[in-house]
């Protein structure tokens, strides 16, 4: 009881002059009582500086353990995770709907925010309310000077899928899957999902010469490192996440405008090819794109419900995989293919 009334005076003793002070400070003495407005106490400078401090604010609630205080990624978990939580003071983005190299659009970065990474460490944030996002958006910009520094990219359109009022999808998947080997040849970092007499066929078809050799384990994905030199595998569709969304559309986004920072190129620039005996005959031509995504995501459909543990490699992902998108329990008989000393390299 004694604790308690100390309590009580403390509050109406402590808090209250200070309720009071703070009102009567910013509207002359009448007080205000719309808390939720952004906390601007009569020293407001313009909509944009309040959004940015309700971006701070939301960043130290949400996004500080992982990306850190002065957003350089080194939060206090982002030692163990794998890949590490982006450096926003270099401003490297790699999802975005525009060419690689270029900076992300807002749309990307709301994208990225809203749905996460799967097969990474970055959740979906879908609770925080849209303006709180455009929030984040802007305070994350303040971290580097890229953004004032560079002109904002054009985003590549998501337009014109030939496919998409056909109910049957497998003539798409059909020419997707002879683009993917025999054109665009994606199994030199991704897996091969052709056998090597199938790949020098679709090369033929695509006017292109045969292969004298392939790679050793032309059926797994190729190790590539990205910018920040750590060992990174393109997924093999049929075990690993997609990152940035497996939809027709968000396929089509990735593989078109490519992952920046990686050796994942920006393809829709490159898919126009002509015979070389004709160059009036078409080969290869920016509808194609489409079919690699059609195909692409039948790869992703036939993965197993469920991967055997003793066949998973962690790699750099942080959680095993299932097919409906869920982590599970670690197993602790699997060695991850990291290496604490690659670890250790990073810094
Ligand atoms: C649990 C750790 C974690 C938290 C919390 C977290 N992130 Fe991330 N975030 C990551 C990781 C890991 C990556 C890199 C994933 C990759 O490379 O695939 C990432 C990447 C990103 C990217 C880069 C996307 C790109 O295209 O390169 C953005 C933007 C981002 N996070 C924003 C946020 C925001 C905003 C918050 C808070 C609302 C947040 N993150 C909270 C772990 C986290
Ligand atoms: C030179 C190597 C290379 C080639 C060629 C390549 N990729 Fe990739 N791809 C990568 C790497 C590396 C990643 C992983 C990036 C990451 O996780 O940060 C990747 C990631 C992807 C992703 C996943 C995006 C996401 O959301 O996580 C898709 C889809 C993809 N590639 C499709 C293709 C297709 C289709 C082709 C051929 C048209 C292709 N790639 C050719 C290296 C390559």
Redesign the pocket.
Same mark, same amino acid.
Not at 242 to 245: D, F, K, L, T
């Given at each position: 009881m004694i604790l308690l009334g100390f309590r009580r005076l403390l509050v109406v003793g402590v808090v209250a002059p200070l309720v009071a002070l703070t009102f009567s400070g910013c509207s002359g003495g009448e007080s205000d009582p719309d808390l939720s407005r952004p906390s601007e106490f009569g020293f407001q400078t313009s909509l944009k500086t309040t959004l940015v401090e309700e971006g701070r604010n939301a960043y130290q609630t949400y996004c500080i353990g992982c990306h850190g205080e002065t957003g350089d990624g080194n939060g206090v978990a982002a030692r163990f995770l794998r890949?590490r939580p982006r450096n926003f003071q270099v401003a490297k983005f790699?999802?975005s709907s525009t060419r690689s190299g270029q900076l992300p659009s807002d749309e990307d970065l709301r994208r990225t925010i809203m749905e996460g990474l799967k097969g990474s460490a970055m959740p979906g944030w879908d609770m925080i309310p849209a303006r709180t996002v455009n929030a984040l958006i802007a305070y994350i910009k303040t971290f580097s000077p890229r953004w004032k520094e560079k002109q904002p990219a054009t985003a590549i359109p998501i337009v014109d899928d030939p496919y998409r009022s056909k109910e049957d999808k497998s003539e798409a998947i059909a020419r997707g899957r002879a683009i993917?080997h025999g054109f665009?040849?994606?199994w030199?970092?991704?897996p091969s999902y052709a056998s090597e007499s199938e790949i020098n066929a679709y090369l033929v078809m695509m006017d292109k010469p045969a292969s004298a050799g392939f790679r050793p384990n032309l059926m797994e994905a190729d190790a590539?490192p990205?910018q920040e030199g750590e060992v990174?595998y &393109?997924?093999d569709f049929h075990r690993d996440f +997609?990152?940035?969304?497996g939809s027709v559309d968000d396929?089509y986004r990735?593989?078109a405008a490519g992952?920046s920072g990686?050796?994942? &190129?920006t393809?829709v620039d490159s898919m126009v090819s002509h015979r070389t005996s004709d160059p009036s005959q078409v080969v290869t031509n920016t509808a194609d794109l489409w079919a690699?995504a059609y195909y +692409?995501q039948s790869l992703i459909l036939e993965r197993p419900a469920r991967l055997e543990p003793k066949t998973l490699a962690v790699r750099e992902r942080t959680h095993r995989i299932y097919a409906e998108g869920e982590a599970f329990e670690p197993v602790h008989d699997v060695e991850p293919m990291t290496t604490d000393e690659d670890f250790e390299g990073d810094d």
């Open positions: 890949p790699r999802f993917y665009a040849t994606c030199t970092c991704h590539k990205n990174i &393109p997924p +997609v990152r940035a969304g396929l990735s593989i992952i990686t050796a994942m &190129p393809w690699i +692409v």
